[in-house]
């Protein structure tokens, strides 16, 4: 999950580069071998799960690999299955990631998202811009009277969805232990639908997991026209304070979601890293969400 800023890197590897200052990377920022366990849920009895490894390559570029679980109480797409890799190289003052991500799960649901991200760091800051792709598909049944002697009709409608997305991001360094950063994403869809009969509304909510609800949390999962985000950043000698905020529009109905989040990342021992978040989201016709979770990394 990217919930820390998005500098590029996966999530995993954000967390390590903040431990960096303690000796915790190797050259250039490029993190030594880890593995890390995260949970994460939210009040809507939601639910999610994820295994990460990172093995460096080398001084200057690192591949990790990854396998989840989500289990989304209200969707038709819950229990997704997920599996992911990731590949980056680093230099002095650029940096490149690219991210894949793919998820199946109930009513045939498939969806694979590319991700990839291009950095140059300053001396008291960075810029950088974000390339996303995104393809899904799903399936829904519904079955309804055929007439006072005919058999019942079962409908059956096949979606699909391919989505491009780009944005800018920076951060800057408002003394050597507070970073502030800012980003912003636009995304374009491609809807579609096939049906074996005519008359029937497309069920969107088999696509996109969580539909009608951004919360935080999952906001990885769902399907988001435009998104805006500020933070800020604070540095203790071997920890770190993130507080964000999210706002984020969804791509099918156009209402407005707003999240705060706040993340702590604690090193411990030299190579175990601790990362508790909290967060809340609203906006809408759902109710206010609150959620949280809890990520364990070793690394050697």
């Known amino acids: ?57 080398g001084d200057h570029a690192w591949v990790q690999g990854s396998l989840g679980r989500s289990e989304l109480a209200t969707s038709p797409a819950s229990n997704t299955k997920m599996i992911g890799a990731a590949v980056g190289i680093a230099g002095q003052r650029l940096d490149a990631t690219v991210d894949f991500v793919r998820r199946t799960g109930d009513n045939a649901f498939e969806q694979q998202d590319w991700a990839a991200a291009l950095n140059w760091h300053g001396t008291r800051g960075g810029v950088g811009a974000d390339v996303f792709l995104r393809s899904a598909s799903g399936e829904s049944q519904r079955t309804g009277a055929g007439g006072a002697l005919a058999p019942s009709v079962t409908t059956t409608v096949r979606d699909s969805v391919d989505a491009k997305g780009f944005g800018l991001h920076g951060d800057f360094d408002l003394t050597p232990r507070t970073n502030v950063f800012a980003g912003a994403m636009r995304y374009r869809y491609d809807f579609s639908a096939n049906s074996t009969t005519t008359g029937t509304d497309t069920p969107l909510s088999s696509l ?5 609800s951004l919360s935080g949390a999952w906001r ?12 800020a950043r604070y540095r203790f000698e071997r920890a770190a304070v993130n507080a964000q905020y999210f706002h984020d529009r969804s791509a099918n109905t ?11 990342e604690l090193l411990l021992g030299g190579r175990w890293l601790v990362s508790p978040t909290l967060g809340y989201s609203s906006g809408g016709d759902t109710s206010p969400t609150g959620y949280g979770g809890l990520s364990l990394g070793f690394i050697w």
């Open 1 to 57: 999950m990217m919930n820390l800023e998005r500098c590029g890197w996966p999530a995993l590897a954000c967390l390590l580069l903040s431990a960096h200052a303690n000796g915790a990377d190797g050259a250039d920022g490029i993190p030594r071998h880890s593995a890390t366990l995260s949970m994460q849920g939210d009040e809507n009895d939601n639910q999610q799960w994820w295994g990460k490894l990172a093995l460096p390559l």
């Open 208 to 212: 996109l997991g969580t539909t009608g």
């Open 220 to 231: 990885d999962q769902a399907f988001i026209d435009r998104s805006y985000r500020v933070g």
């Open 254 to 264: 156009g209402e407005g979601f707003n999240t705060t989040q706040l993340q702590a």
